[in-house]
């Protein structure tokens, strides 16, 4: 699966349907015009190419700021993991190679 821009309009419908799929989410908060948020957007479609029950969803704080400040996003990129809908295990900033992410996976 592609990496999925939403929005407000969109966010509870894709992350709903992704829990119910029982995929991994990752949720990658960024801006347009942040290099970090690009070098980790690479990383991420790296890793989407080899993982099936993942889903990426993308928000981009200067389009949907109600859904960074309900995330409490201070800085770009965050990027927080989900294993399932109450188990969040990763929550940081900055670009995470995708043989990292891979591994937290993993455990």
Same mark, same amino acid.
């Given at each position: 699966m592609a990496i999925i821009e939403v929005?407000?309009?969109?966010?509870?419908?894709?992350?709903?349907?992704?829990?119910q799929r029982g995929d991994v989410v990752i949720l990658k908060?960024?801006?347009?015009?942040?290099?970090?948020?690009?070098?980790l957007g690479f990383e991420l479609e790296e890793l989407?190419? *080899?993982l099936e029950a993942l889903t990426i969803l993308e928000v981009d704080c #200067? =389009?949907?700021?109600? $859904? !960074?400040?309900?995330?409490?996003?201070?800085?770009?990129?965050?990027? *927080?993991?989900?294993k399932s809908e109450n188990e969040l295990i990763?929550? #940081? =900033?900055?670009?995470? $190679? !995708?043989?990292?992410?891979?591994a937290m996976l993993q455990k």
């Open positions: 929005d407000s309009d969109n966010f509870n419908a894709e992350i709903e349907a992704a829990f908060f960024i801006s347009m015009y942040c290099d970090s948020c690009m070098a989407d190419e *080899k #200067g =389009v949907s700021e109600d $859904l !960074a400040q309900m995330y409490d996003i201070v800085e770009v990129p965050t990027m *927080k993991i989900y990763y929550d #940081g =900033v900055g670009v995470v $190679l !995708a043989a990292d992410i891979e």
